[in-house]
């Protein structure tokens, strides 16, 4: 399996989808899935990480879109963690992608952009 996901704490505010290197948009989907319903099992808010590891797969907005789509009213935010083998205009692309998506997604969850996933625990407590 080239992701993993996981609850950070246990009132299960906290979840981490973390892909390996080399992860494909089926494990993508695979894994967003599975947060979901994660998430939906709580009613209370919840904070995704998403973890890519790596540099996102080719062509990411309907993967992104689809992702948006089916997204959980208890996700309150998504807080991306930049690969560490991105160039800066990767991450100039990414929050465009998520300016984008937060436009056709109105009620969508906000989307944050940190170096790590230590900074990301540490941003939503």
Known sequence: MSYRVE????KQDKILLEFQYHWNWS???AGVSRDHEMIRSVEHDVVLILH???VFPSNPMPHFRRAF???PPNL???VVVTPTD????LLSFMRRIAK???HFFPNSSKVEFVKSVEEAI???G
């Open 76 to 78: 309150k935010k998504i």
């Open 100 to 102: 984008i998506i937060a």
């Open 52 to 54: 890519p590891a790596s």
């Open 7 to 10: 609850w950070l704490s246990d």
């Open 86 to 89: 991105g160039e800066p205009i």
């Open 27 to 29: 494990s993508f989907h």
């Open 69 to 71: 789509e089916d997204q």
């Open 122 to 124: 540490a941003d939503v």
